[in-house]
């Protein structure tokens, strides 16, 4: 009987997952993200659109910032090209992005303001350099309050080749694929810093282009993979305040396997 229930919970969550639509919608700078938004489409055979700019980021990267932070501060997103699909035919969107100054980038902000989200489940995912893809799902939850926002994936640009493996897990968890998953442990809990752990920080950390901070303790979790780190990590801004980070690193398992940060949640 056991059996018989569980095969009809997988028949009845296969066929409403074929019965759901869905569009993988995303803005490209660099291609980072347009790789993740084809991995996604791939995975799902869902549809897929790119979102564009009628007047691109042409520039370099400080230029694009620059471009990027003045729309901010005045407050006049960039003009988009028109859609091709339709969001209102769609279930489920999975929205993606690059983030810009921790947050979605800006021709985000003027899809967000133009598109009707309303009922609609929104999965975003998004590329970074640190960190990012927090601090924007909830500025997704404030710009479109009627929308469902589900959890996200991010991934960083320079780990970008590990896309396709961690989306595999990640559709497969959220039920957007089928197929089953074993689920990873919990993080241990918080502990001093040894200095093995810290050598394991400064060698996944130190080359980053920015100082991330001190890690002042550490919780970790074995996987069939390697080894995961949870860092609690003091650092000061440019204001001399100091600030309280996560940051989580992960180690393969080859012995010349090196330790790589994953992203810093602030």
């Known amino acids: ?15 409403t997952l074929s019965a759901q639509k ?18 996604l489409q ?16 042409t520039g370099n990267f400080q230029e694009t910032m620059q471009r990027g932070q003045r729309e901010m501060q005045s407050g006049q997103t960039p003009e988009l090209k028109p859609l091709k699909k339709k969001i209102a035919d769609y279930d489920i969107i999975f929205l993606g992005y690059p983030i810009w100054f921790s947050n979605y980038a800006m021709p985000i902000a003027t899809l967000v303001k ?17 960190g990012g893809l927090n601090t924007s799902t909830d500025a997704l939850k404030k710009a479109l309050p009627k929308a469902q926002i589900q959890a996200g994936y991010g991934v960083r640009t320079a780990r970008v080749a590990a896309a396709a493996k961690e989306l595999d897990r990640f559709l ?11 689920k990873l442990p919990d993080y241990s809990a918080q502990k001093p810093v040894t200095e093995k752990e810290k050598a394991i920080f400064d060698a996944a950390c130190s080359s980053y282009q920015f100082p991330l901070g ?9 996987t069939p993979d390697g080894t995961d780190y949870k860092f609690t990590v003091k650092s000061r801004g440019m204001n001399g305040e100091e600030s309280t980070s996560i940051i ?6 080859a012995a010349d396997a090196k330790p790589e940060f994953t992203q810093v949640v602030r």
């Open 42 to 57: 791939k995975q799902l055979g869902a549809d897929i659109e790119a979102i564009e700019c009628v007047k691109p980021y």
């Open 214 to 222: 001190t890690p002042s303790s550490v919780g970790k979790r074995s």
């Open 172 to 182: 497969k968890e959220n039920g957007y694929k089928k197929g089953t998953v074993t």
């Open 114 to 130: 133009e598109q009707d989200f309303a009922g609609k489940k929104v999965v975003p995912f998004c590329s970074f350099g640190s």
């Open 22 to 39: 869905m569009l993988v919608l995303y803005y490209s700078e660099t291609g980072t993200t347009k790789t993740v938004a084809q991995e």
């Open 248 to 253: 989580y690193v992960t180690v393969g398992k």
């Open 1 to 15: 009987m056991k059996k018989l229930l569980l095969s009809l919970v997988a028949m009845v969550a296969a066929t």
